[in-house]
């Protein structure tokens, strides 16, 4: 219910209002310099300008805290987690309606809360923290009880949404084949492209490893949806390389181009267009193929670290230092522990040097 009348002020023209107190010099200073340094002394001004009311601030504390936290002495590491004595959680659930939907990622107790939560994230233009909560309801459920009225009518990614059609093709104990594939034949009408990335997963066209698959099942699919067999062959295997990279594994160059033209459009990938855009803006476009090519897609790799759009855009925020170096240095744990002979760093750098020695250099 909670998460249900949140989504409720979502819809409000209240919140396409400015955050109080982004204007004012007491938030606007010291939050441009924890995008520029690692001064902690930026984050000491932010908590008290938060502590004297300013809500832009208090709205910044969670990742400003993030970035610069552990650069304070250990003994005011824990004061930026409360504002006048209240806890940080409790004082921004009453001070932002996104916020509180956010929580900082909290799942909560009440799985079925977090797609509530996902959607009115997405209108409120937080893609990749909606993205994260979805996949997690989705890992949490499988997707596979009873869908909300309009559950296709939220701009969720199709390669998320995929998770949850494929989940519905299999004897998962809860929906039967046959509603599944009802739903697939009902997807596959209304052209959205999820349904190719499933029925592709599926029928495990992106590993060499699957059992043979139901052709005559799929035949049927294919068939009630009204999609002759080739033209279905071709739509099934130009999802491939989504699901490749959806593995996070390297992948080739030809796979990651595919990939990266499917995803370019979509607001959960705008970090990495914006981030090459600022470090390499003479081979950008290689540069998101490269990082696609090491590491798959971004979302959810700089989530916690990126400020509500609020205050500040996407595309503003992973063009600063602070954005660029965040969602660079989220790609330190793949590279492992000998960042320079990595397999992954040698795939981007087949693609873009520009791209491989930006993230080397951030990761050393």
């Known amino acids: 219910m909670r998460a249900f009348l949140l989504a409720i002020l ?24 924890a995008l520029q340094s690692d001064d902690p002394a930026s984050l000491v001004a932010l908590h008290a300008a938060a502590e004297a009311g300013n809500t832009a601030a208090l709205l910044a504390l969670p990742t400003v805290s993030n970035w610069l936290r552990p650069a304070l002495p250990f003994s005011e ?31 909560g107790s009440v799985t079925d809360r ?62 039967l084949p046959t509603e ?21 997963g599926f029928a495990g ?4 490893d699957t059992p043979p698959v139901d052709t005559a099942r799929l035949a049927a699919i294919f068939a009630a949806a009204g999609i002759p067999q080739g033209e279905a062959a071709r739509e099934m295997q130009s999802a491939v390389p989504v699901l490749k990279v959806m593995g996070y594994d390297p992948v080739s160059r030809e796979d990651a181009e595919a990939a990266t033209a499917a995803f370019r459009s979509k607001p959960e990938f ?34 916690n670290a990126q400020p509500l759009t609020s205050l500040i855009t996407t595309e503003d925020f992973f063009a600063t230092p ?5 969602l660079l240095r989220s790609l330190a744990g793949p590279l492992g522990d000998t960042p320079a002979a990595s397999p992954r760093l040698s795939a981007a750098r087949q ?10 250099a951030a990761v050393l």
């Open 10 to 33: 979502l819809s409000t023209p209240a919140l396409a209002d400015p955050i109080p107190g982004a204007d004012d010099q007491a938030f606007r200073v010291p939050f441009d310099q």
């Open 77 to 107: 590491r824990k004061k930026p987690g409360r504002i006048n004595g209240q806890p940080i959680a409790e004082a921004l659930n009453a001070a932002d309606p996104v916020a509180a939907l956010w929580a900082g990622g909290d799942i």
């Open 114 to 175: 977090l797609l509530a939560r996902a959607f009115a994230l997405d209108d409120a233009g937080e893609p990749d923290k909606a993205s994260v909560l979805f996949m997690t309801w989705v890992s949490q459920t499988g997707g596979y009880g009873p869908l909300p009225e309009g559950f296709f009518d939220h701009p969720v990614p199709p390669w998320a949404m995929a998770q949850v059609l494929r989940g519905r093709l299999i004897d998962n104990g809860i929906t």
């Open 180 to 200: 599944g594939d009802a739903l697939l034949v009902q997807r596959l009408k209304a052209k959205d492209p999820a349904a190719w990335i499933a029925l592709a």
């Open 205 to 208: 066209l992106h590993r060499s």
């Open 270 to 303: 705008q970090p990495l267009l914006a981030l090459c855009y600022s470090i390499c803006p003479q081979t950008q476009d290689q540069c998101a193929t490269a990082f696609v090519a090491g590491f798959g897609h971004p979302y959810g790799r700089a989530t």
């Open 322 to 326: 602070r954005g660029r170096l965040v």
């Open 351 to 360: 693609i873009d040097a520009c791209f491989a020695d930006n993230l080397l």
